[in-house]
C-alpha cells in the first residue's frame, strides 16, 4: 500500500517553511488556486497559484509545480523549477516529490530537466528534517516518515498520535490484510481506524466508517451522521451519495425521502464541469428526480442550493496532496 491522501484539513501544524507573507490579494489567488486545483481545474488554477507562487509561498509553489505537471503528464522544466523553489524553502511534499523523480514519464520520454539535487539528495534531506519532530511525537512528521521509509511502524504511530490520515491508511492496510492481526480482529480493527479518521475530520474516511457501518450490520443513525458530515466539507463523494439518498435515487440508509433537499444538493455538482466524470451523473440524476417534484418544489430546491453553497466549503475531490 502506498499512502498518498493528504488534505489541508487533515493536517497537524505544518512543519515546513512557507515563505514570504502574501498580501489579501496574493492569498486570495492561492486560495482560489487551491480550491481550483482539489477541483480537478489544474489550468483554471495555474494564473492564481502563479502570483502566490511568485511572492516566495512554498505552498503555492507546490500546488503550481503539481498543476503544471499535471497538464503535461510529466515533470517540465517549470514544475521542476517550482518544486525545487519550494523544497529549497522547506516543503516536505516537493523533496519527496522530487526525490521520487525515478518514477516521472519524463524518463521514458527522455526529455527529464535538468535537476539542482539528485532525487537521492532530495529524500535524505527530507528524512534529516522529519525524523526529529517524529522521534518528539509529531504525528505529521510521523506519517512523513512513513512516506520516506515505508516502514508501518510509522504509520501506526502517527495513527496512535491521532494523526486521521494515517488512521485512513491504518484502515486500508488492515482491510488489505497487511500487518498481523487474526483475521477475526482485522475487520474490527478496519472500522475502529476509520471511525477514528473520520471523527479526526478526514471525509473520505467518513464515507468508508459509513459503508462500513452498512456492510456490518451497523448503525444506520450514525452512518446518516457521516455521509452527511462529508457532504457539509464538501466532498464530491459525500456530496453525490447524501443528494442522492434523500432523494431515494437510490433509497439507501434509510434516509427519510427530501426531495427538495435532495435534488438541491445534487444541483451543486454541476460546478464541477465534468471533472472527475461527474458532468454525466449529473445529467442523469437531476432529471429523474425532477420528475417527482413540482415545478414549486424544484424553486425551492434552487433556492436552497444557493443558500447551501453560500454556508459551506467548497466542492472538493480532496486528491492526494502526494497522488499521482
Known amino acids: 500500500m502506498r499512502a498518498y491522501f493528504f488534505t489541508a484539513l487533515l493536517m497537524s501544524a505544518p512543519l515546513s517553511g512557507f515563505g514570504a507573507e502574501l498580501t489579501v490579494e496574493q492569498q486570495t489567488a492561492k486560495t482560489q488556486g487551491i480550491v481550483l486545483y482539489n477541483q480537478f481545474k489544474a489550468t483554471s488554477a495555474i494564473p492564481h497559484l502563479t502570483m ?182 464538501g466532498y464530491k463523494s459525500g456530496v453525490s451519495s447524501y443528494g442522492a439518498y434523500l432523494a431515494h435515487a437510490p433509497a439507501l440508509f434509510d434516509f427519510k425521502l427530501d426531495l427538495v433537499k435532495g435534488y438541491a444538493i445534487t444541483s451543486l455538482l454541476k460546478e464541477l464541469d465534468g471533472g472527475g466524470n461527474i458532468k454525466a451523473y449529473v445529467e442523469e440524476l437531476l432529471p429523474e428526480i425532477a420528475e417527482n417534484m413540482t415545478p414549486e418544489q424544484i424553486k425551492a430546491a434552487e433556492k436552497f442550493a444557493i443558500e447551501w453553497k453560500a454556508s459551506h466549503p467548497p466542492l472538493s475531490f480532496f486528491p492526494d496532496k502526494l497522488g499521482q
Open 52 to 233: 502566490a507562487a511568485e511572492a516566495g509561498d512554498a505552498e503555492a509553489q507546490y500546488y503550481l509545480a503539481e498543476a503544471l505537471r499535471k497538464n503535461k503528464r510529466y515533470t517540465t522544466a517549470d514544475a521542476q523549477g517550482w518544486y525545487e523553489a519550494a523544497a529549497e524553502q522547506g516543503d516536505f511534499y516537493a523533496m519527496i516529490r522530487l526525490g521520487r523523480g525515478g518514477d516521472d514519464i519524463c524518463i521514458i520520454m527522455q526529455n527529464c530537466p535538468a535537476a539542482k539535487k539528485p532525487p537521492a539528495q532530495w529524500l535524505k534531506n527530507a528524512l534529516n528534517l522529519a525524523k526529529p519532530g517524529a522521534e518528539k511525537g509529531n504525528s505529521e512528521a510521523m506519517y512523513l516518515m512513513y512516506e520516506l521509509t515505508l516502514d508501518r511502524d510509522w504509520l501506526e504511530k502517527s495513527a496512535n498520535a491521532g494523526n486521521a490520515t494515517a488512521q485512513y491508511w491504518m484502515a486500508i492496510g488492515d482491510r488489505q490484510g497487511e500487518g498481523f492481526l487474526l483475521p477475526w480482529k482485522r475487520n474490527n480493527s478496519v472500522g475502529h481506524w476509520f471511525k477514528a479518521s473520520a471523527e479526526g475530520g478526514n471525509p473520505r474516511a467518513m464515507m468508508e466508517y459509513a459503508a462500513y457501518l452498512h456492510e456490518n450490520d451497523g448503525d444506520l443513525e450514525v452512518a446518516r451522521h457521516w455521509i452527511e458530515a462529508a457532504a457539509k466539507l
